[in-house]
């Protein structure tokens, strides 16, 4: 037994070493800078203050850029779940080769990058391009009208980008569920919406927490495509959190970091107590 722990700890080790160094330590780093007072010669003065917190917390417009990050975050995952869950549901029913093409299918786009899908939005939502040329053509807009810079324009690019992201991981999580269980609900009388609400909806619920999960914390972290799509007009915290590095103010930079942080804890722990995966185990 006391060979067996070493070779535990010894394979342990590692692993918990390089995440203390390079996620622990430089967090806890940071969370020391925000509690600093800014600086325009450096990267910031030794003098502590709650002031970067303080003026989030009492500030309204901080109060309104929270409130249109968290809209915006709730729309986009009841969208990929609405979504997603159907084409994940017909995935996780084909045969091995069709499920494969059709997962290659969805993983095409991740293979673009996150700057070159949001430039197509540009030339798909701009003044000059394809829906105002569209609307201009046929007669229902008498000038070229511009759909970027709002909430509908950085949503519909989130989501466009997200989408995959929810499917794959929804796909996964109901081809593990055993074939009996549905089997079971129908033979005892249960029809098709029944034993989904009842049998495969529940047993999919890890993979549904996880799928919400991964979509909030790349919703909360997508700065390109809200910068692109949303302009100066529309932004969310993350565009904050880079302006206050443009600006080289860096401890109001961890501070709003760290909002940003507790507000994707508190959305991933809405989502447990909602979703709860752990009841496929027995333990919700």
């Given at each position: 037994?006391?060979?067996?722990?070493?070779?535990?700890?010894?394979?342990?080790?590692?692993?918990?070493?390089?995440?203390?160094?390079?996620?622990?330590?430089?967090?806890?780093?940071?969370?020391?800078?925000?509690?600093?007072?800014?600086?325009?010669?450096?990267?910031?003065?030794?003098?502590?203050?709650?002031?970067?917190?303080?003026?989030?917390?009492?500030?309204?417009?901080?109060?309104?850029?929270?409130?249109?990050?968290?809209?915006?975050?709730?729309?986009?995952?009841?969208?990929?779940?609405?979504?997603?869950?159907?084409?994940?549901?017909?995935?996780?029913?084909?045969?091995a080769r069709g499920r494969l093409l059709l997962l290659m299918a969805l993983m095409v786009p991740l293979m673009v990058s996150n700057v070159v899908r949001a430039y197509g939005w540009?030339?798909?939502?701009?003044?000059?391009?394809?829906?105002?040329?569209?609307?201009?053509?046929?007669?229902?807009?008498?000038?070229?009208?511009?759909?970027?810079?709002?909430?509908?324009?950085?949503?519909?690019?989130?989501?466009?980008?997200?989408?995959?992201?929810?499917?794959?991981?929804?796909?996964?999580?109901?081809?593990?569920?055993?074939?009996?269980?549905?089997?079971?609900?129908?033979?005892?009388?249960?029809?098709?919406?029944?034993?989904?609400?009842?049998?495969?909806?529940?047993?999919?619920?890890?993979?549904?927490?996880?799928?919400?999960?991964?979509?909030?914390?790349?919703?909360?972290?997508?700065?390109?495509t809200v910068a692109l799509l949303g302009g100066p007009r529309y932004k969310l915290l993350v565009s904050f959190v880079f302006d206050s590095v443009s600006s080289f103010r860096w401890?109001?930079?961890?501070?709003?970091?760290?909002?940003?942080?507790?507000?994707?804890?508190?959305?991933?722990?809405?989502?447990?107590?909602?979703?709860?995966?752990?009841?496929?185990?027995?333990?919700?």
């Amino acid at each position: 037994m006391p060979s067996l722990r070493l070779s535990s700890l010894a394979l342990l080790a590692p692993p918990v070493l390089l995440l203390g160094v390079f996620f622990v330590m430089p967090l806890c780093y940071l969370l020391f800078v925000s509690f600093m007072t800014n600086s325009m010669g450096d990267l910031y003065e030794t003098v502590p203050t709650l002031a970067n917190y303080t003026e989030i917390v009492s500030d309204p417009f901080y109060h309104l850029i929270i409130e249109r990050t968290l809209l915006s975050t709730a729309v986009i995952l009841i969208a990929c779940f609405l979504i997603g869950y159907p084409v994940a549901l017909y995935a996780s029913r084909l045969e091995a080769r069709g499920r494969l093409l059709l997962l290659m299918a969805l993983m095409v786009p991740l293979m673009v990058s996150n700057v070159v899908r949001a430039y197509g939005w540009v030339a798909i939502l701009g003044r000059q391009g394809v829906v105002s040329g569209t609307l201009n053509t046929v007669g229902l807009v008498d000038r070229p009208m511009s759909f970027l810079y709002d909430f509908q324009a950085v949503t519909l690019g989130l989501l466009t980008i997200l989408l995959p992201f929810m499917v794959i991981t929804l796909t996964n999580s109901l081809m593990t569920i055993d074939e009996r269980y549905r089997e079971a609900a129908e033979a005892l009388g249960a029809g098709p919406w029944r034993t989904f609400l009842r049998v495969t909806l529940p047993m999919s619920s890890p993979g549904i927490a996880s799928g919400l999960m991964l979509v909030t914390f790349l919703t909360l972290s997508a700065y390109v495509t809200v910068a692109l799509l949303g302009g100066p007009r529309y932004k969310l915290l993350v565009s904050f959190v880079f302006d206050s590095v443009s600006s080289f103010r860096w401890p109001r930079a961890a501070a709003l970091s760290f909002v940003l942080l507790i507000l994707a804890l508190v959305v991933a722990a809405v989502i447990q107590i909602i979703v709860r995966p752990g009841r496929v185990k027995g333990r919700g």
